[in-house]
């Protein structure tokens, strides 16, 4: 995946909530919860459509954590790959258009 600009946004098939820095997210299609940590809760709300995940990465958890960025961008490409595979984010080498999400 980091060969390319990777852009995420969120499906329009999930309600999502923060509650004490965690986001409560649930796919409606299959009833599905997941619970997702804070680094994990600050890409699932900057998955805007076009932002690219490298930014996120960049401007977000690298700024914020005290962690390698290339292990941060790995981490972040596992997670959206996961999310995405369960319907919760979408993934697309160019910007989301709204529609879609």
């Known amino acids: 995946m980091s060969e390319e600009c990777v852009y995420i946004a969120r499906s329009k098939a999930i309600a999502a909530r923060a509650?004490?820095?965690?986001?409560?997210?649930?796919?409606?299609?299959?009833?599905?919860?997941?619970t997702l940590n804070e680094v994990a809760s600050i890409i699932f709300q900057a998955a805007d459509g076009t932002t690219p995940l490298h930014r996120i990465v960049q401007e977000r958890i690298c700024e914020q954590f005290d962690i390698d960025p290339a292990e941060a961008q790995a981490d972040?490409?596992?997670?959206?790959?996961?999310?995405?595979?369960?319907?919760?984010?979408?993934?697309?080498?160019?910007?989301?258009?709204?529609?879609?999400?």
């Open 19 to 34: 509650l004490a820095g965690e986001m409560m997210v649930m796919n409606s299609s299959d009833s599905t919860f997941y």
């Open 76 to 101: 972040a490409e596992r997670f959206v790959s996961e999310l995405s595979a369960r319907g919760v984010l979408i993934i697309s080498s160019e910007p989301v258009v709204s529609e879609l999400q």
